[in-house]
T-cell receptor
Framework: GEDVEQSLFLSVREGDSSVINCTYTDSSSTYLYWYKQEPGAGLQLLTYIFSNMDMKQDQRLTVLLNKKDKHLSLRIADTQTGDSAIYFCAEIPNTGFQKLVFGTGTRLLVSP | DTGVSQNPRHKITKRGQNVTFRCDPISEHNRLYWYRQTLGQGPEFLTYFQNEAQLEKSRLLSDRFSAERPKGSFSTLEIQRTEQGDSAMYLC???????????FGSGTQLSVL
């Protein structure tokens, strides 16, 4: 099946690091993505990683990829209250046409 | 061009009515996608266009749903004989390819009473 799994909820204090985890299903997925969704809004592309990479850093965001375990994580350094949102990981499975398959999302709550 | 634009933002309709949503993608993007998102879930793929050709439709897209992209630019999604189960956020996205990811609009929130 095409199930991308994420933990439902994460709560951190402002200034701490946040780590959001994701397990995907298709080992032949070539690109993996992280999106952010604020209430009532569409999805904002945060970052993505190619499957031949182990790590990608972009300012406060660090993506780690473990292909063997099909595990993807997003670390947000120095988390701010404005980072409170739902975070989705997504993969493009090797189904013969191109679509993104999303996880159920992790709600991040950042308290002052 | 400031991004993917969707209209309307909100639509309230009575069960059995038809509704139509519009999506204007980023102008140079040749690929356009429709997704549906219900509360507490991630977006689910509905259909995909490359230019004006509809190349893939999900099993979620019943025969009451139809999507068009007549000139390879804007797209419309029509739902006929709406049901309460159609209540959801309908998201449109566009891309040049998929390696750089999809860019989403703000969505149309449909409420069927």
């Amino acid at each position: 099946g095409e199930d991308v799994e994420q933990s439902l909820f994460l709560s951190v204090r402002e200034g701490d690091s946040s780590v959001i985890n994701c397990t995907y299903t298709d080992s032949s997925s070539t690109y993996l993505y992280w999106y952010k969704q604020e209430p009532g809004a569409g999805l904002q592309l945060l970052t993505y990683i190619f499957s031949n990479m182990d790590m990608k850093q972009d300012q406060r965001l660090t993506v780690l990829l473990n292909k063997k375990d099909k595990h993807l994580s997003l670390r947000i350094a120095d988390t701010q209250t404005g980072d409170s949102a739902i975070y989705f990981c997504a993969e493009i499975p090797n189904t013969g046409f191109q679509k993104l398959v999303f996880g159920t999302g992790t709600r991040l709550l950042v308290s002052p | 061009d400031t991004g993917v634009s969707q209209n309307p933002r909100h639509k309230i309709t009575k069960r059995g009515q038809n509704v139509t949503f519009r999506c204007d993608p980023i102008s140079e993007h040749n690929r356009l996608y429709w997704y549906r998102q219900t509360l507490g879930q991630g977006p689910e793929f509905l259909t995909y266009f490359q230019n004006e050709a509809q190349l893939e439709k999900s099993r979620l897209l019943s025969d009451r749903f139809s999507a068009e992209r007549p000139k390879g630019s804007f797209s419309t999604l029509e739902i006929q004989r709406t049901e309460q189960g159609d209540s959801a956020m309908y998201l449109c996205a566009s891309s040049l390819g998929t390696t750089g990811g999809l860019f989403f609009g703000s969505g149309t929130q449909l409420s069927v009473l």
